[in-house]
């Protein structure tokens, strides 16, 4: 075996430049690979944890008949004191914090431009505002009894060149059907890192938000954050009510969690191109590899070498091969991902709606162990099938026939 | 005793409808011990016949038997065990693999045939020395000339100390010093050893060594004469 091996890597150094360049083909293929799935399970994860911590919560509870395209107000539609209903949600074991919230459609208007807006009423002194609160640019946070402040998302602030102070007028849909316009400070500019989330939504004080949409004290839903998501089915069923209907984070992003089973799918399919391709580059450097050494393969099977034996140090040249490019490709890959997961991939996507999915300003590669096994795995696999077809060609050659071979 | 048998042979080669008689029933014994010269003008079928006798390829009718076992029939990975034990070849090109020292192209045969790493030593040591080329063990082959390369190739030849050992032109690609010395090698090997060379040769120089020389004529033996000594 030893012998098998020093041969095999003898063979290699014989054209090191060919085996250097066939080896990082296969390097190349899977650095690529580990950046493509490290850069998804950063987006995908990314992407769902925004999702639940910006816009649906792990849970929601709201009024059956409650028809999130349209962001009813209908008093119908909504949850009839819901700081009650949310402390008895919040009473739940492993809910961490409930919340009542309410949603309309409006838009802002300052002197030059207006830009439509998702009006959120929140709770200022909840636990689940901490993504705005940390996220404060400038001026302060509301206060549950301001009643006149909004705070306004970094990106939409940056659209109307609005600073903390301003003023600026605020129309909103009205539970009457009609729209209401009031004048309104900008209390402060928050960031979440999401412009398609900071573009769109304005937040105001519940009370201040229940006042001017005519929906007095009620709320649109109860936003649930749970200690540990696993535990959503759970809390579920202890939840249900006549005339509620609790939803999930993967109802409510129902987008979201299929992209991420389909990115699954379409990542391996995209895992076999990319190593077919390197899997050339290893099967023509081995046949090449051959027909080169024709006459070699006669002498040794003139010696008396079997055939098995000859395919074998044929496909040890390969797994040679595959470790090196394996190592060259987890160095480079590694080195790379290492870089993205620190600073992050700069990716800024606007435009997505509220119903869409949200995407961070920032990707963070994160590699799995299980991305980063299976991979190495499949680039192995790959390059030794590679290899197979020359060494099976190497085993079959007549000696006579080798032997009167050029080289 | 006989090493090799060759009884009424015939070897034809097909190319697409072309049919090339090689071979056309060909008689031969050769016998343990026995140094001898294969010779005729190109074409006449000596490394045809050298072929079927190092068991490298198979008779298209005809008997071919080594040390008494029928070989005719074996299949590939037989033939290779046959050669592994019981051949030992050298070719007209300096035969050696490139990559590996002098040392480990005469362990190679030794390594396939399951000798332990103490055998294999003194095996090649004694080899090397025998073909004057104690000092070059771990020389690799583009540092050794042509006729320490033919040298090595026999040492090889030699490791598993086969009973026959096939010499195709073995004198073909070196200069009258070098053949002079290789087939020196060989005779003493033959005297000292006993093993039994055939090789194929057209070179009147060589013919000289041996001691029996068969004549192959249009695929056929044409005639066989033995010297007891060399010329």
């Known amino acids: ?407 | 005793m006989e090493v090799a048998k060759v009884e009424n042979v015939t070897r034809v080669y097909t190319v697409g409808k072309v049919e090339t008689h090689a071979l056309r029933g060909v008689d031969l014994t050769i016998e343990s011990g026995e140094f001898t010269a294969l010779v005729g003008p190109s074409g006449s079928g000596k490394t045809t016949l050298l072929q079927l006798l190092g068991c490298l390829d198979r008779p298209t009718s005809g008997r071919v038997s080594i040390s008494g076992k029928d070989v005719s029939q074996l299949n590939r990975d037989q033939r290779a065990d046959m050669r592994r034990g019981t051949i030992g070849f050298i070719f007209q090109f300096f035969a050696l693999i490139p990559t590996l020292t002098a040392y480990e192209n005469i362990e190679m045969p030794l390594l396939l045939d399951g000798h332990s790493a103490a055998e294999r030593h003194a095996r090649i040591a004694e080899l090397l020395e025998a073909v004057g080329l104690g000092d070059r063990g771990t020389s690799r082959p583009d540092q050794l000339s042509g006729g320490q390369q033919q040298r090595v190739a026999i040492a090889r030849a030699l490791a598993v100390k086969p009973s026959l050992i096939l010499a195709d032109e073995p004198t073909a690609n070196l200069d009258t010093p070098n053949g002079q010395q290789v087939m020196e090698t060989m005779t003493r090997l033959n005297q000292d050893t006993g093993v039994t060379f055939v090789f194929a040769t057209h070179d009147p120089r060589v013919i000289q060594y041996a001691r029996r020389v068969v004549t192959l004529r249009d695929g056929l033996v044409a005639e066989d004469k033995r010297a007891d000594k060399k010329s």
């Open chain 1, 1 to 407: 075996m030893i012998q098998m091996l020093k041969l095999a890597f003898r063979n290699l150094g014989r054209n090191r430049r060919r085996s250097f360049f066939s080896a990082l083909a296969m390097g190349m293929a899977l650095a690529l690979l580990l950046m493509m799935a490290s850069f998804i399970q950063g987006e995908m994860g990314d992407a769902i944890d925004l999702a639940i911590r910006l816009q649906s919560g792990h849970l929601q509870v709201r009024a059956a008949s409650y028809d999130e395209a349209k962001t009813s107000l209908k008093w119908e539609d909504l949850i009839e004191n819901p700081d009650q209903v949310a402390t008895k949600v919040a009473s739940i074991g492993p809910v961490a914090v409930a919340t009542p919230r309410l949603y309309a459609s409006g838009f802002v208007t300052t002197r030059d431009e207006s830009a439509g807006v998702r009006v959120v009423g929140i709770d200022p002194l909840s636990a689940a505002n901490a993504p705005y609160r940390d996220g404060m640019r400038e001026g302060e946070f509301l206060t549950p009894d301001d009643r006149e402040g909004v705070l306004i998302g970094w990106t939409l602030a940056n659209r109307l060149d609005l600073s903390a102070g301003d003023q600026v007028s605020l129309s909103v849909n009205t539970s009457g059907g009609e729209v209401d316009e009031q004048p309104f400070t900008v209390r402060g500019i928050y960031s979440t890192g999401t412009s398609g989330f900071d573009s769109l939504t304005v937040l105001l004080p519940l009370a201040k938000a229940q006042a001017i949409t005519g929906a007095e004290n009620r709320a649109s839903s109860i936003f649930v954050l749970l200690k540990d998501a696993a535990q959503t089915d759970a809390v579920i069923a202890a939840l249900q009510a006549p005339g509620y209907t609790v939803l999930t984070w993967r109802d409510m992003n129902e987008l979201l969690v299929q992209t991420e089973d389909l990115s699954a799918s379409y990542m391996g399919f995209f895992y076999l191109i990319v190593l077919g391709i390197a899997a050339t580059v290893i099967v023509n450097t081995q046949i090449m590899s051959v027909y080169e050494r024709t006459r070699e393969i006669g002498i040794l099977s003139a010696i008396g070498m079997r055939g098995r034996r000859l395919m074998a140090i044929f496909l040890t040249e390969s797994a040679l091969l595959a470790v090196g490019g394996i190592l060259l490709g987890l160095i480079v890959g590694g080195i790379v991902i290492a870089y993205f997961t620190r600073y992050g991939f700069p990716l800024s996507i606007e435009g997505f709606g509220i119903t869409g999915m949200l995407f961070g300003d920032t990707i963070y590669t994160q590699l799995t162990v299980k991305d980063t096994v299976n991979l190495t795995l499949m680039s192995f696999v790959v390059t030794l099938l590679a290899g197979l077809y020359p060494a099976v060609l190497a085993s079959r050659m007549e000696p006579v026939v080798a032997l009167r071979a050029e080289k």
